[in-house]
């Protein structure tokens, strides 16, 4: 059973994007920092080095530990990837705690398509980031759209869009033989409102 005033540590393995996008996320459901810890200093740049600094935050955390630890990564080109999930998958945490994998397929910015747009297809590329392929598409909507600050802000009036196509590109992968594209980030977006709902009842 989950206490009443949970707190979690979310581990991105993008510098800029990712962070800033679940700190908006955090500020806007007027979470404490102390309750959602995106600590700068912990951020891999592939995913085995995202779960690698997730477990060593946990483990030195003593003064009060995390109930659950959100890895955020992507597959991309990412020869560790599946590794990454798999290591995530067989772990059990000391104190209680629960360790997850966010992956997204091939990238994050797959999530913020979601918010204007439902696809299956699959995002590939011949050369370099299969994600350069999800951008392409993203500046249909999003014409200026930059990796960095200030993505949450001009999607957030979208976000049930995006859970609703999450979903249901997620149940559609059930049979599809692939997970390109798919994405986990809307887990995570409701574990937080739903911690932010407790802390108004709380209240």
Not at 122 to 132: I, L, T
Request: net charge neutral.
């Amino acid at each position: 059973m989950r206490r009443a005033n949970e707190r979690i540590l979310i581990v991105c393995e993008g510098e800029k994007t990712e962070p800033d996008y679940f700190e908006s996320l955090r500020e806007f459901l007027s979470l404490h920092g102390a309750d959602v810890v995106i600590p700068e200093n912990l951020v891999g740049n592939n995913p085995m080095s995202v779960v690698e600094c997730a477990l060593q935050e946990y483990k030195e955390e003593k003064i009060d530990r995390y109930d659950a630890v959100f890895c955020v990564f992507d597959r991309d080109r990412h020869p560790d990837y599946a590794n990454a999930v798999s290591r995530i998958a067989a772990i059990k945490m000391k104190g209680g705690g629960t360790l997850h994998a966010i992956p997204s397929v091939p990238c994050f910015e797959f999530w913020i398509l979601l918010h204007f747009v439902r696809t299956t297809r699959p995002f590939e590329s011949a050369e370099g980031s299969h994600c350069d392929s999800v951008i392409r598409e993203l500046k249909k909507h999003l014409p200026g759209f930059r990796k960095g600050k200030g993505i949450f802000d001009l999607v957030k009036d979208r976000t049930e869009d995006a859970i609703d196509n999450a979903k249901k590109v997620e149940h559609f992968h059930e049979t599809s033989r692939t997970d390109n594209p798919s994405t986990k980030v809307h887990v995570l977006v409701l574990r937080m409102r739903e911690m932010a709902e407790k802390a108004r009842e709380i209240k």
